[in-house]
């Protein structure tokens, strides 16, 4: 199994930023994929970006240019670099672990993010 803690999140003004961090243990595979997912009220949870061991990246639309995911893999942390942060960015963030050696991906409990108008 797979432990993710996240950390980071919390209340800021719009245009303000935040870093979220996400630390994997247990039975971490060395090829493996990590991002970060967002769900707000009454919506859907949502990719927001995702990264490969290798440091391939991927991103919404809506965060492109404003958010970058980053990696240290001796550490098996992923963080997000949150900038120029809006109120619909307001959500619940969840880290999330998949590989090719689990059957399923893991989640990690998820960390409020409020950005006030």
């Known amino acids: 199994q797979v432990q993710l803690v996240e950390s980071g999140g919390g209340l800021v003004q719009a245009g303000g930023s935040l870093r979220l961090s996400c630390a994997a243990s247990?039975?971490?595979?060395?090829?493996?994929?990590m991002g970060w997912y967002r769900q707000a009220p009454g919506k859907q949870r949502e990719l927001v970006a995702a990264i490969t061991s290798g440091g391939s990246t991927n991103y919404a639309d809506s965060v492109k240019g404003r958010f970058t995911i980053s990696r240290d893999n001796a550490k098996n942390t992923v963080y997000l670099q949150m900038n120029s942060l809006k109120p619909e960015d307001t959500a619940v963030y969840y880290c999330?672990?998949?590989?090719?050696?689990?059957?399923?991906?893991?989640w990690g409990q998820g960390t409020q993010v409020t950005v006030s108008s």
């Open positions: 247990g039975s971490i595979f060395s090829i493996n994929a």
């Open positions: 999330k672990y998949g590989d090719a050696y689990h059957e399923y991906d893991y």
